[in-house]
């Protein structure tokens, strides 16, 4: 994975800074609510520089575990390139000596959650999604949002596009998760509920749109395409 990041970093002409307890004010908020298995959603902005960007997420309330996809857009193709997976936020406050985060919150200020509780060794939580871009180049970028089980598939080839879709990497597979109709988590502490989240952006940005891709239109295609055929059979045999 980190190999994959650097390949993307270098591509694109921007680096990931490392972050130190910052607390940002974001220029653009996108809000969104995760409700489903293998739902995926996705949020536009545009950098209208080179230059410095940040991107992390608040999941709000217990319950997600979430993952983000950055994407580019490919003026030439019209496709969206893959820049890098954005995965859990440092943890800077995190003390070896005592082995737990001393503070509660991830380097871009937002509270852990996710089973968290101060001062402990044992519930470490889980940080939400988040990193800093230096020199990230001018451009119209893409923020697909769905659990930390959903990669893209771009990531796990190490380059590749949005539209190649994303897979389940630890559950089960793909038509299982369609026929058995399962639901979106199967974190510990999943609240029973949608999980509410939002998405910051700060940097020299414009807002270009929210866009929330119906749940599950990637990482069901396959899984469709045999229960369409499974449909198409039984009304041979009739």
């Known amino acids: 994975m980190k190999k994959q990041t650097l390949m993307a970093a270098a591509l694109l002409g921007f680096s990931m800074a490392p972050v ?61 390139d893959w820049v890098v997976e954005v995965l859990d936020a440092d943890q800077s406050d995190y003390s070896a000596a005592l082995n737990y985060n001393t503070s509660g919150f991830n380097d871009f200020g937002v509270k852990m959650k996710n089973g968290y509780e101060q001062n402990s060794v044992t519930k470490l939580g889980e940080s939400d ?66 999980s509410p989240f939002q998405v910051f952006v700060t940097g020299d940005v414009a807002n270009v749109s929210a866009v929330p891709v119906p749940a599950a239109v990637w990482l069901f295609s396959s899984a469709l395409t045999g229960l369409g055929l499974a449909q198409r059979r039984k009304k041979r045999l009739v």
Do not use: C
């Open 20 to 80: 130190h307890a910052v607390s940002l004010t974001p220029d653009l908020t996108f809000d969104g609510s995760y409700s489903e298995d293998l739902q995926i959603l996705s949020y536009e902005f545009e950098t209208l520089s080179t230059n410095n960007v940040s991107i992390w997420m608040d999941t709000l309330q217990d319950g997600l575990d979430a993952r983000g996809a950055l994407f580019v857009k490919n003026d030439a193709t019209g496709a969206w």
């Open 129 to 194: 999604p988040g990193a800093n871009f230096s020199g990230l180049s001018a451009g119209h970028y893409l923020f697909a949002v769905t659990h930390q089980d959903h990669q893209s598939n771009a990531s796990k080839n190490g380059g590749g596009t949005l539209s190649q879709g994303f897979f389940d990497g630890t559950q089960h597979p793909i038509f299982a998760i369609a026929i058995s109709n399962d639901t979106w988590t199967t974190d510990d502490f999943y609240t029973g509920s949608a």
